[in-house]
């Protein structure tokens, strides 16, 4: 028999499948060796899924080939694989709404991690903002706060990189699974990254950047951190859905000001308009989070080559 770690694996290789679900086959059937004994009949009434959705669901908890297959990957990459069966599981996504079946994480998490600032952006960010999120990131990780992200082109890639040059710590959330990293040249980034940090995903290895895939992984990026800043942002763009989601997870936002006459600075500006923290360094952050800021000597901002390097 299976364990029940063994289970969500299989159950995260299943498409479509979210916690909700589980939840609704475990308060059912009690286990999840008896969720896999059930039939699609049986898995659709309990849990007011689809026809071909309990279809998939019964022939994922019976393959378990398919479950070697997903491990040797985890393996290959040196990563490990997460459940919510596991007392490794982040204590911190535990209490959202629709936390991930399976993280799978390459390299580790650590208690200090529970102090985070997630720092979110413009892919087609302006050399003001990537300034920005550079200093910002790296003036966190001096102070020992772990600066999370999502590894995109961008604000994200400033931010990533100006903690590693502060010597700090670095999460990096994907939208695909970590043998398919994206975009493919920060696979040096990532590298870097996990050495220090992690590269986390709740996507099956193989999984592909799908457009869909990046607005719920949003959600683990303000789950992981006490406050979402909004560096650079168009109307309509991802780094608002984040905004969006710290706000239902009880996070605080904020926003970094931009030129009224740059489209990339509409979003913060707006977010602003909205009641959102003003940023102009990190003792505003510090501030807002009640947090106590390190006494540590002053010391030089991210490097100029690194400003100007291409993301």
């Not at 979210?18 to 969720?35: D, I, K, P």
């Not at 009949?41 to 070697?68: E, T, V, Y």
């Not at 969006?244 to 600075?265: H, M, N, W, Y």
């Amino acid at each position: 028999m299976l364990t029940d770690r063994e289970y969500y694996v299989l159950l995260n290789l299943a498409p479509g499948v979210r916690s909700a679900t589980v939840r609704r086959l475990l308060a059912h059937f009690g286990t999840l060796a008896e969720v896999a004994r059930a039939g699609p009949s049986a898995l659709q009434q309990a849990s007011r899924i689809s026809a071909g959705q309990a279809a998939q669901i019964a022939l994922a908890l019976n393959a378990p080939q398919r479950l070697q297959e997903e491990m040797a990957l985890v393996q290959q990459v040196g990563a490990q694989a997460v459940t919510l069966a596991d007392a490794a599981y982040p204590a911190v996504l535990r209490t959202l709404p629709d936390p991930p079946i399976v993280l799978y994480i390459r390299g580790s998490l650590l208690p200090a991690d529970a102090q985070a600032v997630a720092l979110v952006g413009a892919r087609s960010a302006s050399l003001y903002g990537l300034q920005c999120a550079r200093q910002l990131a790296y003036d966190l990780a001096l102070q020992g706060v772990t600066v999370v992200s999502g590894l995109a082109r961008g604000i994200d890639a400033a931010a990533h990189e100006g903690a590693l040059q502060a010597g700090g710590r670095t999460l990096a959330v994907l939208g695909s699974g970590l043998g398919c990293l994206y975009p493919p040249e920060h696979r040096g980034l990532a590298d870097r990254i996990a050495a220090v940090g992690a590269i986390i995903s709740e996507y099956p290895m193989l999984a592909l950047p799908e457009p869909w895939r990046f607005p719920q992984r949003n959600r683990l990026i303000s789950g992981l951190s006490q406050g979402v800043v909004v560096v650079e942002a168009a109307q309509r763009s991802g780094a608002l859905i984040t905004a969006d989601c710290a706000l239902e997870q009880g996070r605080e936002v904020f926003a970094v000001p931009g030129p009224i006459t740059q489209a990339a600075s509409q979003g913060t500006n707006h977010l602003l308009k909205q009641g959102a923290r003003l940023v102009t360094s990190v003792e505003d952050i510090f501030d807002e989070l009640r947090w106590t800021p390190r006494t540590a000597a002053a010391a030089p901002g991210p490097s100029a080559a690194a400003e100007t390097s291409p993301k």
